[in-house]
């Protein structure tokens, strides 16, 4: 994908997230969605089953299998529907996709950084500190712009 493309790829799920940032601060309820909409609109497990089309045993099975993480999204899909409620699904950057760019390609720019100024200290030539923070912020920029194939090739 061209460098422009990535970018407003970049930028139009950047502005789709920005609307689930305080969902990061949400918690699950100690006994799981299900249950806890389930018990919040007076439905018992019996009448929950019924609408499910499912034994009442399945529907312990499955508020067990939400707490642990074993139920499937085509069962939570299929609850909230019993439930009249939307199951939604999202990935929200703990920060900004940008951030997170900026902070791999910080990782990358140092690491480069690091075996060329070793290459350079070996032959005398070693950058003053103030020269290495602009050669570390031009190439982090440099990442940042490019987004290179390689970006991700390393954990930070």
Partial sequence: ????????????????????????????????????????????????????????????????????GAVTMKTMRQAAEALDCVFLYALVPRTSLEETIRRQAEAVARERLLRVSHTMMLESQQLSEEEMKQALDAAVEELVRTMPKDLWSKAP
């Fill in 1 to 68: 994908m061209l460098p422009s493309r990535k970018r407003l790829v970049l930028e139009q799920l950047g502005k789709t997230l920005s609307r689930f940032a305080g969902l990061q601060a949400v918690s699950p309820p100690a006994r799981g969605w299900i249950r806890a909409i389930r018990e919040a609109l007076g439905m018992s497990g019996v009448q929950f089953a019924a609408r499910l089309g499912v034994t009442p045993p399945r529907v312990t099975a499955l508020e067990r299998d939400e707490l642990s």
